[in-house]
T-cell receptor, first 117, second 116 residues
Framework: NAGVTQTPKFRVLKTGQSMTLLCAQD?????MYWYRQDPGMGLRLIHYSVGEGTTAKGEVPDGYNVSRLKKQNFLLGLESAAPSQTSVYFC????????????????FGAGSRLTVL | AQKITQTQPGMFVQEKEAVTLDCTYD???????LFWYKQPSSGEMIFLIYQGSYDEQNATEGRYSLNFQKARKSANLVISASQLGDSAMYFCAMRDTNTGGFKTIFGAGTRLFVKA
């Protein structure tokens, strides 16, 4: 099983450019998430989705947009990239189950390293 | 708002010794889940251990155990018999159900260095 696949793995952008990160999962998971990882700050949730056609804001949503048109895909867009968005981006997913279940474990993609000059 | 705090930016441990990585959390929910993930230098996120808020016994997974003290809102990770391969970043995380969703929030992480 491929699990969670992120593309691209690396990207360099100039300030003001736009781009889309694609996350695809083949586990039929309901929930999908986009995090960014910065040194000393752990993983911070950008946006998440609880099902096809739904999205919600996380801790640091500004400057990003997302879409979940298909259950297996979760797209993260940067409309006008800024140097502050230089980061490693992780997509993750998990299945629908009770909160007190180990099945809530997140499956992560390998990460996408974005540099904005 | 829910919050995870990891106060140890870095920790050193001698190979074969045990080490405890601290994690405290803040939530008003009665039902929540706590997780630890490992991130080696290769960058992938690896699930280690899970503790449900209603679990009466501390979770264990091989050399990993979670010291869950609900009243103190702490969920420390204990790694026994440390190995060189345990050198990595470790993240404590909590399932947030406050909004009815299942988003997970993370602490800032602790970098563990295992010395030979």
């Amino acid at each position: 099983n491929a699990g969670v696949t992120q593309t691209p793995k690396f990207r360099v952008l100039k300030t003001g450019q736009s781009m889309t990160l694609l996350c695809a999962q083949d586990m039929n998971h309901e929930y999908m998430y986009w995090y960014r990882q910065d040194p000393g700050m752990g993983l911070r949730l950008i946006h998440y989705s609880v099902g096809e056609g739904t999205t919600a804001k996380g801790e640091v949503p500004d400057g990003y947009n997302v879409s979940r048109l298909k259950k297996q895909n979760f797209l993260l867009g940067l409309e006008s990239a800024a140097p502050s968005q230089t980061s490693v981006y992780f997509c993750a997913s998990n299945g629908l189950s009770g909160v007190n279940s180990g099945a809530n474990v997140l499956t992560f993609g390998a990460g996408s390293r974005l540099t904005v000059l | 708002a829910q919050k995870i705090t990891q106060t140890q930016p870095g920790m050193f441990v001698q190979e074969k010794e045990a080490v405890t990585l601290d994690c405290t959390y803040d939530t008003s929910d009665q039902s929540y889940g706590l997780f630890w993930y490992k991130q080696p230098s290769s960058g992938e996120m690896i699930f280690l251990i899970y503790q449900g808020s209603y679990d009466e016994q501390n979770a264990t997974e091989g050399r990993y155990s979670l010291n869950f003290q609900k009243a103190r809102k702490s969920a420390n990770l204990v790694i026994s018999a440390s190995q060189l391969g345990d050198s990595a970043m470790y993240f404590c995380a909590m399932r947030d159900t406050n909004t009815g969703g299942f988003k997970t929030i993370f602490g800032a992480g602790t970098r563990l260095f295992v010395k030979a």
